[in-house]
Nanobody, 116 residues
Framework: QVQVMESGGGLVQAGGSLRLSCAAS????????MGWYRQAPGKERELVAA????????NYADSVKGRFTISRDNAKNTVYLQMNSLKPEDTAVYYC?????????WGQGTQVTVSS
């Protein structure tokens, strides 16, 4: 049973843009927050951006502020990550995270590769 599904990764040149999408299954109970993490080779997984459902408050990693934007379509249980002005250091596998109570649901990840 697929709970979280990402899409939209790919290969892009530095300075380009990509938009990631993440759809959460309707079987997941109340969603407290949805967000994006990334993991580059040899590095730990890190938070990129997150959005709290009730307040709409967003949180971004310092390295992506001003370049990435997280948004959500509540009706579709979908969260998006618009990535602009991409840099080679943004290359990583991007994972969608859904927080429901104390439970974390993860997608399978989508590869983003930024060439210089």
């Amino acid at each position: 049973q697929v709970q979280v599904m990402e899409s939209g990764g790919g290969l892009v040149q530095a300075g380009g843009s990509l938009r990631l999408s993440c759809a959460a299954s309707v079987s997941i109970p109340f969603i407290n927050a949805m967000g994006w993490y990334r993991q580059a080779p040899g590095k730990e997984r890190e938070l990129v951006a997150a959005r709290i459902t009730t307040s709409g408050r967003t949180n971004y990693a310092d390295s992506v502020k001003g370049r990435f934007t997280i948004s959500r379509d509540n009706a579709k249980n979908t969260v998006y990550l618009q990535m602009n002005s991409l840099k080679p250091e943004d290359t990583a596998v991007y994972y969608c995270n859904v927080l429901s109570g104390s439970l974390n649901y993860w997608g399978q990840g989508t590869q983003v590769t930024v060439s210089s």
